[in-house]
């Protein structure tokens, strides 16, 4: 079962807004990380906050994490054409197991120059 | 540096044919390794996890097999496909332990006539 679920689905913004997406999950967590895939392509890692902290900077990227409501958001600053991508996050100990990551659905950004 | 090589990047096949996918991981010992799957539109579903040498964790109940031959050598195989096997196979690793980012290959996608 999916235990991250992505909202929304789809966003799409011009270039140099901001652009926020959240993550919302069930169980218990290790960390909460944040993928980008290309169309087509694999996964890359962004960012990964730990359940013990609240915010986390990655150059554009800041990224919150609220475990008492089971929810992290990640918000883009500046956003430009190139970030047009699918964002995911991923649950990392949830269910009891310390090797699985779990995905959400994933949430379609498109940056209209 | 690690690098991740997953191959063949396209493959169409008919129904009832076998299937054998193939991921190899360089410049790391003892990876954590993965098969996601990935329907059209939708979130990864982890299929199958290996943390050594022929130890394999099976998440979904399929035709689907997957087996570790060597340390950085992992097989996702099936004796009879399905259309319903149809989708974007993804490779990961990650270093043993559990914990941390994964590292993707750049997919596998396969189509089943």
Redesign the interface.
């Given at each position: 079962s999916?235990q991250g679920e992505e909202d929304p689905q789809a966003l799409s913004i011009q270039e140099g807004e901001n652009a926020t997406m959240n993550c919302s999950y069930k169980t218990s967590i290790?960390?909460l990380?944040w993928?980008r895939q290309n169309s087509?392509?694999?996964?890359?890692?962004l960012i990964?906050i730990r359940s013990n902290e609240r915010e986390k900077h990655s150059g554009r990227l800041r990224v919150t994490l609220d475990t008492s409501k089971k929810s992290s958001s990640l918000l883009i600053t500046a956003s430009r054409a190139a970030d047009t991508a699918s964002y995911?996050c991923?649950t990392?100990?949830g269910g009891g197991s310390?090797?699985?990551?779990?995905?959400?659905?994933?949430t379609l950004l498109t940056v209209n120059p | 540096s690690q690098t991740i090589h997953q191959w063949p990047a396209t493959l169409v096949q008919p129904v009832g044919s076998p299937l054998s996918l193939e991921c190899t991981v360089e410049g790391t010992s003892n990876p954590n390794l993965y098969w996601y799957r990935q329907a059209a539109g939708r979130g990864l579903q982890l299929l199958f996890y290996s943390v050594g040498i022929g130890q394999i964790s099976s998440e979904v109940p399929q035709n689907l097999s997957a087996s570790r031959p060597q340390d950085r050598q992992f097989i996702l195989s099936s004796k009879k496909l399905l259309l319903s096997d149809s989708g974007f196979y993804l490779c990961a690793w990650r270093r043993s332990g559990g914990a941390g980012e994964l590292f993707f290959g750049e997919g596998s996608r396969l189509t089943v006539l």
């Open positions: 999916q290790n960390n990380q993928y087509g392509r694999g996964l890359v890692h990964l995911f991923a990392d100990g310390n090797y699985k990551l779990t995905f959400g659905k994933g | -």
